[in-house]
């Protein structure tokens, strides 16, 4: 049996709505817990943001996918190496990657299964530039086990929040929407709830020109169309049972558009509408999937739908009045670097070779350690 040690990890990530590299210094102990030294948010430069999102929107290349994959990589290192020179070198880098296409499902082409999942952002590269061990590539192990390969993060929350004894909805609110449900006599289980911020920073680029609704104010103008909103609560993926897992390529720049053909013609009530559907979308899911089997106690929201008080207050409102909604921050735990934290402690599990996979989350056959090592 190998003696646990406490660990410096940088951990690495972007998520769906691509608007910066989140790095964070940690130290994960032997008893899982995880402390945020620094975080920073890593902005990407601006033509291999436009790149990543051309990717995104299928309208680039086999060759420009290639390319973004080791410049993406040459990014991430970059965010390292600021921390690097303020804190030194840490024990080793946890890089999640850049997401570019994400597909859980059970399709086949001659007999052989096309569940799959990318994330860009080599390895080598970061192992090279920072010349530290980097271990990458979480998703993969999770799928060829037959799992989703998602949601990852609900190993964290079960580990940091099942002590509490509370029976707890720990929501994500970043592009995607994504659960974890901690309780004290139920199996920890997790899954994609719906869109997060993915859709209303989709119209705010549209409509305002500006990368998100900055504090909600736009939502907080306007005026939620409940027609729209109960048009847009019909979509499949909200019926489904978990787990489940959705992101950019189902909820994509085409889905958005075919849904404004519907929407009302103010601009405001637009982002207000898309608000309340992420908010909805939530309690829906909690009174379809989880209500059923667990009296819930409290939500406690992360991401950066955390920092959006109309969505909070809309979230407030569609949840049942015993509820109590709280952000990770009255945990110890940052909104805006709690996935940052959730891949140090995945990376910290790889190095000892301890599962960190949670099948009743991503449907895998059994638990795996998730994770590839890169020497530098």
Known sequence: ?????????????????????????????????CELIQGINYKYPEHIQSKLFQLFNGEASIKDLCQMNFAVGKCFADAANILISEHGKPDFISSHGQTIYHFPFNEKL?????????????????????????????RESDIANGGEGAPL????????????????????????SNVTVVSRENATFGFDTGPGNMMIDYCMRKFFSQPFDKDGEVANKGTISESWLEC????????????????????????VENAL????????????TLTALTAKSIAQAYERFVYPDI????????????????????????????????????????????????FALLGYCNYYNIPNNLPECTGANSRVVLGKVTNC
């Open 110 to 138: 001659d007999g052989i299964s096309l569940k799959s999942t990318l994330q860009i952002g080599e390895s080598s590269v970061i192992a090279r530039e920072t010349k530290c061990l980097t271990i990458s590539n979480f």
């Open 261 to 272: 053909r519907f929407a009302p013609k103010d601009y405001n009530d637009i982002i207000a």
């Open 1 to 33: 049996m190998i003696d646990l040690e406490s660990k410096k990890i940088i951990a690495l990530m972007s998520g769906t709505s691509c608007d910066s590299i989140d790095a964070g210094l940690c130290v994960v102990n032997p008893d899982m817990s």
């Open 295 to 342: 009296d819930i106690n409290e939500v406690v929201v992360g991401g950066g739908g955390a920092y959006n008080p109309t969505l909070m207050k809309y979230l407030r409102h569609y949840l049942p009045k015993h509820v109590d909604l709280k952000t990770h921050e009255a945990y110890g735990i940052s909104n805006n670097f709690k996935e940052v934290m959730a």
């Open 153 to 176: 993060v609900c190993f964290a929350d079960e580990k940091w929040f099942k002590p509490y004894k509370k029976n707890f909805c720990i929501q994500n609110i970043g592009g995607i």
């Open 232 to 255: 847009l609560l019909q979509d499949e993926y909200y019926f489904k049972n978990p787990p489940k897992t959705t992101g950019r390529e189902y909820f994509s720049s085409d889905y």
